[in-house]
């Protein structure tokens, strides 16, 4: 069985008298340590199957494990608990608190996992600091960083836990395109380095042409699963 084991996932959302089909019946398995890149036109389900896997969102049918959990078993504190351990997530708005400095918002998943040793905090939060080349902006607070600083210390909170499933909804949108490859080479570096499963879901062609694996979705539906070398498969992504 795969680390990730998606079967016939479907979510429909309902607005008012209304449905909008975002996820019509998808399977995927997706192994330890795997890198897959996610694309696919506006409004084909990225978001909603990333939020699914991630554990932010509950679904209709079907059924997924994630690191051998079957989370639809799961209520709602045991899967933020899971979520907290597990998992580590990046947006395309940074989504750091602008109330901490950068220090304190590396920190929050220790916290939030109850590690108890300030002095461990401090070491863990210092070290993905320096990973991320920003151990000099520790005191900063995030309106005085740059945007690409700003994913820079999400992904250092996103991995700060050395979670096994690392997932980034659209991290480069909001990023030049220089800025938007080193912060995706970062989070692929650095996930290695742990270990970690990586689902990024991106627009950026260049990024699906060129991933170990690229997953297409149309209108909730997976329409081409690619790894790296296989023919026609840049044709096949767009
Ligand atoms: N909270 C919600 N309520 C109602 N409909 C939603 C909600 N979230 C998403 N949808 C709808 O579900 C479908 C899939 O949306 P989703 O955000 O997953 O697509 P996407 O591929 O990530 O799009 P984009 O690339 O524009 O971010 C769309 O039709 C969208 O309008």
């Known amino acids: 069985m795969g680390f990730i084991q998606i079967s016939e996932l ?3 959302y309902r607005l008012g008298e209304s449905q909008v089909h975002a996820l019509r019946g998808v399977s995927l398995a997706v192994k330890e340590g795997e890198r897959l890149f996610l694309g696919g036109p506006s409004g084909s389900g990225k978001s909603t199957l990333l939020h699914i896997i991630g554990c932010l969102d509950r679904f209709d049918q079907g059924r997924i494990v994630v690191a051998g959990r079957d989370v639809a078993s799961a209520d709602d504190r045991a899967l933020a608990d899971f979520r907290a351990r597990h998992i580590g997530f990046v947006f395309q708005n940074f989504n750091l608190l602008p109330v901490l400095t950068v220090f304190e918002n590396v920190e929050y998943p220790l916290l939030l996992n109850g590690e108890k040793s300030a002095k461990k905090r401090r070491g863990r939060v210092e070290g993905m600091l320096e990973a991320v080349g920003l151990l000099g902006h520790a005191k900063h607070y995030p309106n005085e960083l740059s945007g690409g600083q700003r994913q820079r210390v999400a992904i250092a909170r996103a991995l700060v836990h050395h979670p096994r499933l690392l997932i980034a909804d659209e991290p480069t949108a909001n990023l ?11 989070m692929l570096d650095l996930s290695r380095e742990q270990g970690s499963t990586v689902i990024i879901c991106t627009h950026n062609r260049e990024l699906l042409e060129n ?8 209108d909730g539906k997976i329409e081409n699963d690619a790894t790296a070398g296989t ?8």
């Open 176 to 186: 030049d395109s220089t800025t938007g490859e080193a912060i995706i080479q970062l």
């Open 211 to 218: 991933a170990e694996r690229c997953i297409l979705l149309r």
């Open 10 to 12: 479907h979510k429909t």
């Open 231 to 238: 023919q026609g498969r840049t044709a096949a992504c767009f």
